[in-house]
Structure formats: structure tokens, C-alpha cells
């Protein structure tokens, strides 16, 4: 089913506030986005009817599975893309504006190249563990529950974001500007595969809809 530009925006909206409050009503979309609340009902509501999410008797929003394909596929691309754009020197605001405008429409071959490229320093990094013996491990990151969110402030200090990205923290260790990620690879003298039972520790195993069509992520 063919799906908008403006509803892959909800549906990835949806995914954020999720995630950062655990419950999403359409209130809470209408003042992330800066949009009216009549017009994010009727938003909701086509997206209920064609099976994106559902809404309970108290106005909670859940994605159903089609739904929430989509949005971690948009919300996976703005935050590499973003992440993308900082590496070749851009502002971090600007970054993530230019990430939502190229988001939806970037062919698959693009976006897959973009991301090798951008994924040539972690490859760098396994060559020169490789050369010392050693393996990397699976990435960790205090932003998807694999550690805890206060995580973030070591990271955030002993990396400097703020003075050489532009990336900071809120009081509740959100970061700004939002969609940003940090994360953490290991270093083992044990090679193990980087998929090998991920599934049994991931906080999102019950929920997972990668997990129940028997797919990963």
C-alpha cells in the first residue's frame, strides 16, 4: 500500500514520542509537530483506518505492525542521515532539517552507499583491532535502552559533543538537537557474531515486530 510523505512523518513522530514518553496521544503529536489538533485527528484517523495504528478507549496511539515498519525505516534513515551530514562538517540543526527533506525520497542504492561510507570508520576500527588480535563487539547505546539513559552524560563530556558537534543534553538526558544517537563497540580477544543471541537481551523482545515475523533488525 502506497503511504504519504506527511504520514511517514506521523508514523515516524509517533515512534519518537514513544519513545521518549513510553504513551503518544494525538495532543502530544499535535504540539511536537506545531500542527492543529483537528488536523491531527483526521491524520489519525486515516492511518487507523488503513491499519497503521490503533487508538484505545483513552486516545492511547500504538503502532500496528505496518505502521511501525514505517517508521522505523523513515526514523532509521533521518538518524543516519543526520549523523551523515555532521561527519562532513554540517551544523547539527542543519543536519537534521536536511535530513527530513531527503529522508522519504533518497533511492535505496543512495541511501546504501551513503551509509558504507558512513560506516567506513567503524570498519577501520575492526581492521586495526584485527591487527592487534582483538574483535569488535555488538554497539550499546544508552538512547535504545541497552544501557542506562544517564549514560549519556559520561559520553557526552568525555567525547566534548557540545564544543565539536553541537550536540547536547536535556535535564532528562534527551539530546539536542533530537534524533541524535552516541553509542558504544567493544573491543574482545573472542570473535562472536555481532547477531548472536541480540534478541534474548534487547529491552523492545516482546514488542519486537522484527521478532515476530522471525526476521531481526
Known sequence: MNIHESAEDYLEKILMLQEQ????????????????????????????????????????IKLEAPGMEIAQRIYGRHRKLTAFFVA???????????????????????????????EKAEKELEQAAA??????????SPGYGDLPLETQRELVRVLDTHRKIGVSLTESCLMVPGKSVTAILGISDTKRDHRENKCDFCNHRERCTFRKRGTRC
Open 21 to 60: 514518553k513510553g504513551s503518544v496521544r494525538s495532543i502530544d503529536i499535535a504540539v511536537a509537530m506545531g500542527f492543529s489538533k483537528p488536523s491531527v485527528s483526521v491524520a489519525m484517523k486515516n492511518l487507523r483506518e488503513n491499519g497503521y495504528i490503533s487508538m484505545d478507549a483513552d486516545g492511547f
Open 88 to 118: 562532513l562538517g554540517v551544523d547539527p540543526e542543519t543536519a537534521s532539517k536536511d535530513a527530513c527533506k531527503v529522508e522519504h525520497d533518497l533511492s535505496e542504492e543512495t541511501y546504501s552507499k551513503m551509509i558504507a561510507f558512513a
Open 131 to 140: 591487527a592487534k588480535g582483538c574483535h569488535l563487539t555488538w554497539r550499546f
